[in-house]
């Protein structure tokens, strides 16, 4: 008999340049330890895409890592210092009140990427808070958010879930997790809010290194690198934003302190995908005047990068007045980009190879006749290159007036029909995390039944494939089943 190979033990790769800036930037402290920890959820894929062996994570020493209870070997936890304007109201020190950053690796493909504990315990940001993160959130986050990659989005990781086997009192007692969270980094619009709240010029200028190095390199090239840095988060923001819109997906709390220098969606609370179109659907719950609908979603992003270019004046130039004009024709410049980079989405999507005049209002056309019909915004965006659009419509008469126009300007271009579809498949997914299916998982997590979980993970794993018996997947809620809110993990 063959005894069983041993399981190597945890090595992370750590190499921790944002915990070699000054101590202000953060507050140093380990996590605090969960009571029983056992895991959940482990992402392979992404595990060997960090250099890290799944087996180890998987493993007592692994649990114990990715719960909290061990700090691993060239580790350096530290909590993030931010700040933030939520809903609108500046928060002058926010921070990672239930985070905390392990270190960073460079990845396989020379990326710097961070690992970070969130739901782990206490820190000085926490703000009377507990520190923790109940089940649902942290099984929604790792949903989405892994939906999000398989997508194209650029989006934070989830690398792994753990539950503490301890409760979190929220309006009831709930099971306690960990998400173990990847990103490009935790550098928000609201870390450069903090420094410069605080008139600190000299940490701004560490930070706007610090982010240069890691995010826009070829900017330190440039005559005003600063300037081309600002240039560089607009750009990733527009796309970002594009995207979204492309995929009929609601942020739902898009504060300064959840928009990320590297252009990644990251902090998924109270997000969610439409079924039926409507441009000022809101789900958050907290979202009470709808703040940060679907179709304001643009307009935000560009409010919240104007406070990112505000903090940026001390390092644009020394003159005030002439650093104010550098950073407005930056920003200004923000509604033209998004508008490109929204147009070049939605040719993708409708199978427009060529840029002509009047694509613009044949795209928006299209959404006004779904908003009008009813129409689920995933299936009809799917079923425009296989001919069954019409039927997602409660009312098609929008639709059926616009198909002739489509159609003729198709026929402009003559494209291959049979290239023309997989070009449109690859641009609109067949499956994305439906509410009510992440709802469904998250409830049969909590009865501690995960299988509805992986099976969820594993037909999002493919969204832009017809995946045959999972069609219940791309299905649109019953009515009983329709989510009308989501709420913060907080």
């Not at 926490?126 to 923790?132: H, K, N, V, Y």
């Not at 970002?240 to 504060?255: D, Q």
Request: glycine residues 8%.
């Amino acid at each position: 008999m063959t005894a069983p190979a041993p399981v190597a033990s945890l090595s992370i790769p750590f190499d921790n340049s944002y915990a070699r800036l000054p101590q202000h930037f953060y507050a140093r402290l380990d996590p605090e330890p969960a009571k029983a920890p056992r895991p959940i959820k482990v992402n392979h894929a992404l595990a060997r895409d960090l250099g890290i062996d799944p087996a180890a994570l998987e493993s007592a020493e692994g649990v114990e890592t990715l719960a909290g209870n061990r700090v691993p070997d060239g580790a350096e936890p530290i909590a993030q210092a931010y700040a933030g304007h939520q809903f609108g109201g500046w928060s002058p020190q926010l921070g990672d009140g239930r985070a905390i950053l392990l270190g960073e690796v460079v990845d396989r493909h020379g990326q710097r990427r961070d690992i970070q504990l969130k739901g782990s315990g206490r820190t000085p940001f926490s703000r009377m808070g507990d520190g923790r993160a109940p089940l649902g959130p942290v099984l929604r986050e790792y949903i989405v958010s892994e939906a999000m990659a398989a997508l194209g989005v650029p989006t934070t990781r989830s690398l792994a879930a753990m539950a503490t086997g301890q409760p979190v009192f929220r309006e009831a007692a709930l099971p306690g997790a960990v998400l173990t969270r990847v990103a490009a980094s935790h550098l928000r619009v609201g870390t450069f809010q903090y420094f410069a709240a605080r008139q600190d010029t000299e940490a701004l200028r560490l930070l706007a290194d610090h982010a240069v190095a890691r995010h826009d390199p070829q900017a330190a090239e440039e005559a005003e690198p600063y300037r081309a840095f600002l240039d560089g988060v607009i750009q990733r923001q527009a796309r970002l934003i594009a995207t979204w819109m492309g995929l009929g997906f609601i942020h739902g709390v898009m504060n300064t302190d959840n928009i990320t220098i590297s252009g990644e969606t990251i902090d998924y609370g109270p997000c969610a995908f439409m079924d039926a179109y409507h441009p000022e659907t809101v789900f958050s719950s907290i979202d009470q005047f709808g703040r940060y609908a679907y179709a304001n979603q643009p307009r935000i992003a560009h409010w919240n990068l104007a406070n990112l270019a505000q903090c940026l004046l001390p390092l644009l130039a020394e003159e005030q007045e002439q650093a104010v004009r550098i950073a407005q024709a930056s920003v200004d410049r923000f509604p033209e980009i998004f508008q490109a980079e929204w147009l070049r989405v939605m040719r993708r999507k409708l199978g427009l190879r060529e840029a002509r005049e009047g694509d613009e209002a044949l795209a928006q056309d299209l959404l006004d006749a779904m908003a009008a019909g009813r129409a689920d915004f995933t299936l009809t965006l799917r079923g425009l290159g296989n001919g069954t659009a019409h039927q997602n419509f409660a009312d098609p008469a929008g639709f059926d007036a616009w198909l002739p126009r489509w159609q003729a300007r198709l026929a402009e271009e003559g494209a291959d029909e049979t290239m023309r579809k997989s070009d449109m498949d690859a641009a609109n997914p067949a499956f994305i995390p439906r509410n009510h299916l992440v709802e469904a998982a998250i409830a049969s997590g909590y009865r501690g039944d995960f299988a509805p979980f992986e099976t969820l993970l594993a037909v999002l794993a493919r969204p832009y494939e017809d995946q045959p018996g999972r069609e219940r997947f791309a299905t649109p809620p019953q009515p009983e089943e329709v989510v009308h809110q989501t709420f913060c993990g907080t």
